[in-house]
């Protein structure tokens, strides 16, 4: 290795702490889906009205995702992060504070999304300023990580603890990890390394505009922006819903945790060894084909099973290879886009995501009568197969570009 660049060991501890950060906000967002109808109850709205506290995470993205990508791009990752997490501690204990008022609870909530985009715009910044560029996609693969366990706790440790507290004092719980979240980042996380830990020419970037700009010319990152869109919409809708999805087939609040677990745990699983994996052998296109084809049996078994068994192995299942997408196809994004920031692309990713949200209103649109879900999850699959198809057009990047 060159003297001019060197990778450190305190990248790791730049790396957890901004996995921890994400991962708290993740829990903020997820808290009240697997608890659905209880928390209707308590705060005397209706399900969607609690759907709401979910979806306002994806309705602030959309406006704020190239704003905030120009602020990380611009005065760096600590900075623009930085501020995301202050608003995160802040309001994350405003909402527990905020009692069993559905009002202050909503407009904490929203101060919580704003932070959001800070966070998750910096995916692929991070993993930029301290790894090699050979381990990039496997450190997004542990920011995604980080996300699902977040995820993942949020759904199971929420039917837990309202079994022995109130759900006011549940986010009060939370909102206290966020703040610690934050303490630990201002004191820990450093913008980047003394040496940067590739050559100079496969760190530059271009400025955000000029990089923007770029991006958008690009047909195979087109293509991918438009089945992200499609993968996360579906990824939000499931977990959004997740509890409404399964109580017209005889499921409890605990099972909607134990199944959206199931979910982020095959996630979890996915997105270490897929990321990993198309590092290794420098293919991308490959993985995210698999990644979309392996999600529909999943969603298909989500659909249509009755049996636990069926129903917690389909959700394992699909999450293993629609969550291990998202990693992998922002390093593809990254990669094709050169010389765009990071942070943009990235933030173009997540903005279409989001944007995604319209696809839970449909969900909530199409509901039968009866509570079925069914119908959306239908096209949720037919979508799937066209991500497929989309898929095969997009190019691995060539080498040294």
């Known amino acids: 290795m060159s003297e001019k660049y060197k990778v450190y060991g305190y990248r790791w501890v730049v790396l957890v702490v901004f996995m921890f950060i994400n991962l708290t906000i993740q829990m903020l967002w997820i808290t009240y889906a697997p608890i659905t109808g209880l928390a209707a109850k308590f705060y005397n709205v209706t399900d969607l009205q609690i759907g709401m506290l979910s979806m306002v995470f994806m309705i602030a993205f959309v406006p704020l995702s190239i704003p905030v990508s120009w602020v990380i791009d611009t005065y760096g990752f600590r900075i623009g992060v930085g501020i995301g997490a202050v608003l995160m501690g802040i309001f994350g204990l405003m909402r527990g504070f905020a009692g069993a008022n559905y009002t202050l ?67 009060l719980v939370y909102g206290g990890i966020a703040a610690f979240s934050v303490v630990l980042f201002l004191l820990l996380v450093r913008e980047k390394p003394a040496a940067p830990p590739c050559a100079p020419g496969d760190e530059t970037r271009a400025l955000m505009l000029d990089g923007l700009k770029h991006a958008l010319k690009i047909k195979p990152f087109w293509l991918y922006l438009f089945i992200s869109f499609i993968g996360l919409g579906i990824f939000n809708g499931l977990t959004t819903w997740i509890e409404a999805i399964i109580r017209p087939r005889g499921f409890t609040p605990n099972d909607a945790g134990t199944l959206g677990a199931l979910m982020i745990v095959g996630g979890l ?108 999850l239908l096209l949720a699959i037919g979508l799937l197969v066209l991500s497929v198809g989309i898929a095969t057009q997009l190019k691995d990047p060539q080498k040294g570009s």
Do not use: C, H
């Open 269 to 376: 699983i996915g997105a270490v060894v897929l990321p990993a994996l198309s590092d290794k052998q420098g293919k991308r296109q490959f993985y995210i084909i698999l990644a979309f084809a392996g999600s529909i049996p999943g969603l298909i078994g989500l659909t249509f099973a009755t049996s636990s068994a069926l129903l917690f192995a389909s959700a394992a299942l699909m999450g293993f290879f629609l969550v291990s997408a998202l990693p992998i196809g922002m390093q593809y994004s990254a990669e094709i886009t050169y010389p765009t920031p990071e942070g943009t692309s990235n933030g173009l990713i997540q903005l279409f995501g989001q944007a995604a949200v319209v696809f839970v209103y449909i969900m909530e649109a199409m509901k039968t009568s009866d509570g079925s879900f069914t119908p959306s």
């Open 105 to 171: 609870v909503l407009w904490s909530t929203v101060g919580i999304a704003i932070a959001q985009p800070f966070l998750l715009n910096a995916w692929t910044t991070v993993p930029a300023k301290w790894f090699a560029a050979e381990n990039r996609a496997t450190a997004v693969g542990l920011i995604t990580l980080a996300n699902l366990v977040g995820v993942a706790l949020g759904m199971v440790l929420t039917p837990i603890l309202i079994e022995t507290m109130s759900i006011a004092d549940v986010q």
